[in-house]
């Protein structure tokens, strides 16, 4: 079994039955919803929302009974991915550009958990890009003040042509340099119009369930 499925079925006991469970996106959270999808025909009975439109896909092919937002008030459990966490268990999301959609419904969960493997966790943020979702008007403008907020940003394309969210906006991916202060960075590309979200996640992750290369799986709190 690989790092991220041993991470992903690990984080999986945590749902019981009658939950309201958020579905991540990614190659890890994959794992996380097969399982899951394996647990819903063996008679677990919860309701599901997706983070993204490849989520949604993969539940419904799973047999995993999803519901429309407004049917539901809220989540008990999110499972997903991340690019890179550190101690305090800060994030860097988005490298499959759902980060909007997964911060909502990470938001509105009473527990996010993590899940990755060994490779992801770091001692300080920023080695990978961190991925902000802007809007298309005026993107030329809203890059110029990411620049002066200090990033190196790229919009992020798929070899060719841009990269499109789910949400119809372009990511735009920054280099910082090791970030110091996520809850400081955080704020201020918030501040700057043309900016929707970024992909650092500061305070909504309360677990990390993480697989090792030795098989071996660890949880941080
Ligand atoms: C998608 C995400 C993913 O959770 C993140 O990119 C990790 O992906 P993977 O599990 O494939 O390494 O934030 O927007």
Known sequence: MNMKQLAAEKAVEYVEDGMRIGLGTGSTAYWAIRKIGERVRAGL?????????????????????L?????????????????????????????????????????HSKELIIIADESKFVDKLGSFPLPVEIVPF?????????????????????????????NGNYIADCRFGVIEHPAELHAQLLALPGVVDNGLFIGLAARAVIGHQDGTVTVMT
Not at 141 to 153: F, I
Request: without cysteine; glycine residues 10%; charged residues 30%.
């Open 45 to 65: 009975n919860i309701q599901a929302v997706a983070t993204s439109k490849a989520s949604e896909k993969l539940a419904q092919e799973e047999g995993i009974p």
């Open 67 to 107: 519901v429309p937002f407004d049917q539901i008030a809220g989540l008990d459990l999110t499972i997903d991915g991340a690019d890179e966490l550190d101690r305090e268990l800060h994030l860097i999301k988005g490298g499959g550009g759902a980060l909007l959609r997964e911060k909502i419904v990470a938001y």
């Open 138 to 166: 005026a993107n030329e403008w809203t890059m110029e003040a990411l620049e002066k907020l200090g990033a190196k940003p790229m919009l992020r394309t798929d070899g060719e042509r841009l990269f499109i969210t789910d």
